[in-house]
């Protein structure tokens, strides 16, 4: 689960400096969708913050990968065509890779675009919760390898109480666990769950909350 939706461009990767003499360059992955990064497929580079290429951007293609352990681990090294040396490499660093979305690997079942959830409503069971904000992943020690079994939270913005507080509550993490999924309604925005009773008790004000999202639902 990663990326954006199939409505218009995926960031596949960031790249960040030389790392060999070929014009290889060290880049952190945006994406885990298997063979995403298999070659020959037509990407685009752009800008560290632009979501699509410019109009009557040339294409460029990933020639090898690998993914480096030691340091580098959880980071992934491209060979890209057209890029052969060290100073090609470095005019890259910091640009990013775009992939058409209708060019992505079909998802597996149970498996979502982050950007497809990102601004749903998350329903505990009829009960709307919040709205989706983000998708954040559990990592290991170096901050970059993704744990496999760790499943991924959804941090969900909730309703301001009334009087809103003078500071916003930072979002609630609820762990995206299938177990406690019913259904995911993309068209509809809607995320429904059956959580855990007792998940939301820590949550100030919960049942107020709770309360006005409903008021704001009706």
Request: net charge negative.
């Amino acid at each position: 689960m990663n990326g954006i939706s199939k409505s218009g461009w995926f960031p596949l990767a960031r790249l960040l400096r030389p790392q060999g003499r070929r014009g290889e360059l060290l880049a952190e992955p945006l994406s885990d969708l298997p063979d995403i990064f298999a070659a020959n497929r037509d990407l685009f580079l752009v800008a560290p913050n632009a979501t699509s290429p410019e109009p009557g951007s040339s294409t460029i293609h990933i020639e090898e990968h690998w993914f480096p352990t030691g340091k580098n681990a959880g980071r992934i090294v491209l060979k890209l065509s057209g890029c052969d040396s060290i100073s090609d490499a470095e005019t890259l660093a910091s640009k990013q890779l775009l992939i058409a979305a209708d060019q992505l690997p079909t998802l597996d079942p149970d498996t979502f675009f982050v950007g497809d959830l990102v601004g749903c409503t998350l329903y505990n069971a009829d009960i709307p919760v919040g709205t989706v904000v983000d998708v954040e992943f559990a990592t290991g020690p170096d901050g970059r390898t993704r744990l496999e079994d760790a499943a991924p939270l959804l941090a969900v913005e909730l309703p301001l109480p009334t009087p809103p507080p003078a500071e916003a509550p930072e979002p609630v993490l609820i762990p995206f666990v299938l177990a406690w999924l019913e259904s995911v309604d993309i068209a509809a925005r809607r995320i429904t769950m059956h959580l855990p009773e007792g998940l939301l008790d820590t949550v100030p004000n919960a049942e107020e909350l709770s309360s006005n999202a409903e008021n704001q639902s009706s």
